[in-house]
């Protein structure tokens, strides 16, 4: 590594350690509760189950067979996902007849994923 680029890592770091001990007594112990949020974003952050949840922002609920096509793989690779998403209750699913329709949880779900959406396009 070339002396430059250390200087340049190294400009996003304090150059001395110091810290505000009433902010920190304040926020550390609120840090507890983003405990198991980072399994939603693990779980959105594969690009198929990412354009997954796309396309269900997009329509109220999509059956196994439309999403398959939909992302180009076959009903076993969309169900698939589909269930892990179930699994992490970012999607639920409803059985008619043969088919089985899958819809985001909630509306948390569909913002969480059109926020993101519009954060990467701002970036």
Not at 78 to 91: D, F, G, I, P, Y
């Amino acid at each position: 590594m070339s002396e430059e680029v250390i200087k340049k890592a190294s400009k996003d770091t304090c150059d001395t350690f110091c810290y505000d001990e009433v902010l920190v007594q304040r926020v550390q112990p609120e840090i507890e509760k983003v405990e198991g949020v980072e399994l939603i974003f693990k779980a959105l952050s594969d690009a198929t189950r990412m354009k997954i949840a796309y396309a269900l922002t997009l329509e109220k609920e999509l059956c196994v067979c439309d999403v398959a096509n939909i992302i180009g793989s076959t009903t076993a690779t969309a169900s698939h996902h589909l269930r892990l998403l179930r699994n992490m209750k970012l999607a639920k699913y409803r059985k008619e007849g043969k088919l089985v329709f899958y819809s985001l949880a909630d509306n948390h779900v569909h913002q969480l994923v059109s926020i993101a959406l519009l954060h990467s396009k701002e970036v």
